[in-house]
């Protein structure tokens, strides 16, 4: 399990750009990749989506969690044919 601490700037909230205005994220785009090997830039597992709420939609639900240094969440990955999946991590 991989979890990624990401803050998304939002409307009313956005921040300010160096290059001057301001901005915000109406998509948030991910990759993770894994190459064979340092030198040769080949990719063993590469995992990419991306995370968008559609323009209109009211009321989206956003899981939110945290805790201190050390603390260990235990996260809920929903069903297998095996019955539930769960998975736990420490907070760095």
């Keep these: 399990m991989l979890i990624l601490p990401i803050a998304i700037p939002q409307k009313n909230n956005p921040q300010k750009l160096s290059e001057g205005g301001v901005g915000w994220a109406e998509k948030v785009r991910f990759s993770i990749e894994s190459p064979t090997a340092e030198s040769n830039g ?34 809920d990955l929903g069903m297998d044919s095996e019955g539930p999946i769960a998975g736990s991590c420490i907070i760095e």
Excluded: M
Aim: no cysteine; hydrophobic share 40%; aromatic share 6%.
């Design 42 to 75: 080949w990719e063993v597992l590469s995992v990419r989506g991306t995370i968008e709420v559609p323009e209109g939609v009211e009321n989206v639900v956003i899981p939110k969690f945290g805790g201190a240094t050390g603390d260990q969440l235990e996260i």
